[in-house]
């Protein structure tokens, strides 16, 4: 599996033959985000430093598409190892395409915080350092 922060390859897009199940399979329903992550693609800023125009192309194919975009900072090995791909909120709040209207009326959706980077002093498990 390639990794994503390879040059030339856009972060906030995933690479074809990643699984960018936003479904939970235990609860059945799909993960979004409770709040946009700390460098969200919708936040001001382009903290993500994308190419101009690129978030308009992102956005604009998406609705084409009727879909959603998967949160970046839940992408498989991206920044967080563990995290489970999950709907970007920024897209969410914007937008209403026919897919998240169907997830959201036959099965709902469960938030999931963003992930988030170890707390100074602890390991990536969350461990104190001694």
Same mark, same amino acid.
């Given at each position: 599996?390639?990794?994503?922060?390879?040059?030339?390859? +856009?972060?906030?897009?995933?690479?074809? +033959?990643?699984?960018?199940?936003?479904? +939970?399979? =235990?609860?059945?329903?799909?993960?979004?985000?409770? !709040?946009?992550?700390?460098?969200?693609?919708?936040?001001?800023?382009?903290?993500?430093?994308?190419?101009?125009?690129?978030?308009? /192309?992102? =956005?604009?194919? @998406? &609705?084409?598409?009727?879909?959603?975009? =998967? &949160? /970046?900072? @839940?992408?498989?090995?991206?920044?967080?190892? +563990?995290?489970?791909?999950?709907? &970007?909120?920024?897209?969410?709040?914007?937008? !209403?395409?026919?897919?998240?209207?169907?997830?959201?009326?036959?099965?709902?959706?469960?938030?999931?915080?963003?992930?988030?980077?170890?707390?100074?002093?602890?390991?990536?498990?969350?461990?104190?350092?001694?």
């Amino acid at each position: 599996m390639e990794h994503l922060s390879r040059p030339g390859h +856009d972060p906030a897009e995933p690479s074809p +033959d990643e699984s960018l199940s936003v479904g +939970d399979p =235990v609860l059945r329903k799909s993960r979004l985000l409770s !709040r946009p992550c700390d460098t969200c693609i919708f936040n001001p800023g382009n903290k993500m430093h994308l190419a101009v125009g690129r978030l308009r /192309h992102l =956005v604009t194919e @998406t &609705c084409r598409q009727e879909s959603y975009i =998967v &949160c /970046h900072s @839940t992408l498989p090995h991206y920044l967080y190892p +563990d995290a489970k791909p999950a709907i &970007c909120r920024g897209f969410a709040d914007r937008y !209403r395409t026919q897919a998240l209207q169907l997830m959201e009326r036959l099965f709902g959706f469960v938030e999931v915080d963003p992930p988030q980077p170890p707390h100074p002093g602890t390991t990536s498990e969350g461990e104190a350092l001694q």
